[in-house]
């Protein structure tokens, strides 16, 4: 079992890095933004990209709300919206990356094959306050074509791929046949992944005065993007994670009202441990109620609701750190093998605490979209001391249920069997969805199957579901509850295995606490003559320790109870 546990453990410590890394990019699509420029800015950084997976006609909003101009500024102002096969190619790009995409039509990275629009504005003047950045009609979006192609191949790829052809000719009938909302810009034509760049720059003013300050010259801009789909503003890609946070919601409320009804009836059987299940449930429950109404907020108001998603990070990672607390201190016995821990109490609280510091430090930095660096410098102690745990459960699990063999309890041997089934389960699964998710989305150069990301977060989830059910129906109330529970008349070990445990634990070493005579028999120790001593002088009834009382109402007393007995 020692041998499994290690070899399983050691797996998942080399494959749980690259489980962690993936993680760091795990941040949820808003779909409401507010873009302000002003004139000192503009000079560093004039191009500005949003992000986002797009139902099909989504329809993009690009709306003028403010502005402060000293004086009259032509300002020039342009965007481009770009589709791409490849969700990595999306939302792997920052500032420095811009300028290769804006207003290009070929492929930039090998795969990342879509469509484009790109649409330039006249000329505005700031001091105007009033603009209308809408279209009449959408752009009709053209095809990426590969950087090494010519312009002869491009003609021929179209004329010999019929199926292209006939889909540009849809896509170009949907887009100029359908009805512009006010303040929307463009319709994406396909469900994937987009990038909408906006690009704003000063072309400056007849009427600027001269040898004015730079006060003077200043002006602010303000714009809001919005990116509108069937199901509002949530994103294609996180539509099916936000379905799985409301069907865990409904499971773990039926599971605690189950719980709570299964600990009322048999409230006089309890066990210590099924409080720690019970207190596990309900902060699963919380959890998965906490998501789901942030991804009802980012459906219906565009934006997230930063304090809402910490609370969130911070209630799953004590969650988390709670309910490996309860695998360790179920795999050393509390409670079923050993009445208290003892000395490891102090070891269990300290990983505890060490794991719940780890987790809350790594999730906040995560979802507050820190640096790469700086998050995955979090992550990987954090994947470490789980791999640790791993292998402290295994041990202790292997422990305990020779302990079991050897005083011979097959009721509670056959419950730790089952549950170190569980988790032998739970190990190789976790190793097999993370060569799964390696392969498919980590070592490719091309994250095509973007529509499966979601499964990435949600099989942890349920994975840790379903070993939480089995550890309920294993520990669940019932009468017969307290079968499992520490009973030192039946607990206790006899000579005989006190005997075999010591074998087999100084196996191969001298034992110096007894003394050989030298026809070869053992010497009494002093603790067997201390105990005859006792037998001979002290009295083993009560009628003869009646005068070893103190006082006479005790002697009294005492007489009164042995003529009853008589």
């Known amino acids: 079992m020692a041998t499994l546990g290690g070899m399983s453990v050691s797996l998942i410590t080399l494959l749980l890095f690259l489980h962690v890394i993936q993680q760091i990019q795990a941040v949820l699509q808003t779909g409401k933004w507010v873009l302000n420029v002003d004139s000192k800015n503009i000079h560093e950084q004039n191009k500005f990209i949003f992000t986002k997976t797009l139902f099909k006609d989504s329809t993009v909003f690009l709306q003028w709300m403010s502005e402060d101009c ?278 269990v609280v300290g990983v505890g605490l060490v794991y719940l510091t780890f987790s809350v430090v790594e999730g906040v930095l995560r979802v507050n979209t820190a640096q790469d660096d700086l998050v995955l410098l979090a992550a990987i102690p954090l994947a470490v001391l789980d791999s640790a745990l791993c292998w402290w459960i295994f041990i202790s699990l292997a422990q305990t249920m020779k302990l079991l063999r050897l005083r011979r309890n097959l009721v509670k041997l056959s419950l730790y069997r089952h549950f170190t089934n569980t988790l032998i389960f739970t190990v190789i699964a976790s190793v097999i969805f993370i060569i799964w998710m390696s392969k498919t989305f980590k070592f490719s150069k091309c994250q095509s199957d973007w529509r499966e990301l979601w499964i990435d977060d949600a099989f942890w989830r349920f994975l840790f579901s379903i070993v939480l059910l089995v550890i309920m129906f294993l520990w669940r109330p019932s009468i017969n509850s307290q079968r499992y529970a520490f009973t030192p008349l039946i607990d206790e070990m006899s000579d005989e295995e006190k005997e075999e445990m010591r074998n087999e634990t100084f196996e191969g070493m001298k034992i110096r606490g007894m003394k050989m005579e030298s026809n070869g028999s053992a010497k009494a120790s002093k603790v067997d003559e201390d105990l005859k001593w006792v037998e001979e002088n002290i009295p083993s009834s009560i009628a003869d320790m009646a005068p070893l009382l103190d006082s006479d109402e005790e002697n009294i007393t005492t007489q009164f109870e042995i003529s009853k007995m008589e």
């Open 70 to 347: 000293k004086h009259p500024v032509n300002l020039s102002i342009s965007w481009y919206l770009r589709s791409s096969r490849c969700y990595d190619e999306v939302f792997g790009l920052d500032n420095s990356d811009i300028n290769n995409y804006f207003m290009m039509h070929t492929e930039v990275r090998e795969g990342g094959t879509g469509f484009f629009v790109f649409h330039n504005y006249e000329p505005m003047e700031c001091g105007q306050h009033v603009h209308e950045l809408a279209v009449k009609s959408f752009d009709v979006p053209r095809k990426i074509m590969k950087s090494e192609s010519t312009a002869s191949e491009r003609e021929e790829t179209v004329g010999k791929n019929a199926t292209t052809k006939s889909e540009d000719e849809e896509v170009q009938e949907r887009m100029t046949s359908s009805v512009v909302p006010p303040y929307a810009v463009a319709r994406a034509w396909e469900d994937g992944p987009y990038m909408f760049i906006v690009h704003v720059e000063e072309t400056g003013s007849s009427s600027e005065p001269r040898g004015g300050s730079e006060e003077s010259k200043a002006w602010k801009l303000q714009l809001e993007i919005r990116m509108l789909g069937p199901y509002q503003y949530i994103s294609v890609s996180e539509w099916p994670l936000m379905c799985f946070y409301m069907v865990m919601c409904i499971i773990y409320v039926l599971l605690g009202v189950l719980w709570l009804g299964l600990s009322a009836c048999y409230w006089r059987d309890l066990l210590r441990i099924q409080f720690w299940i019970g207190g596990v449930v309900f902060l699963g429950m919380l959890e998965k109620a906490v998501y789901y109404a942030e991804f009802q907020s980012i459906r219906y108001n565009g934006v997230s609701v930063q304090g809402a998603v910490v609370f969130a990070e911070i209630l799953s990672a004590v969650k988390r750190t709670l309910a490996r607390v309860l695998v360790i201190i179920a795999s050393l016995g509390y409670g079923i093998v050993k009445p208290r821990l003892g000395a490891l109490l102090h070891r």
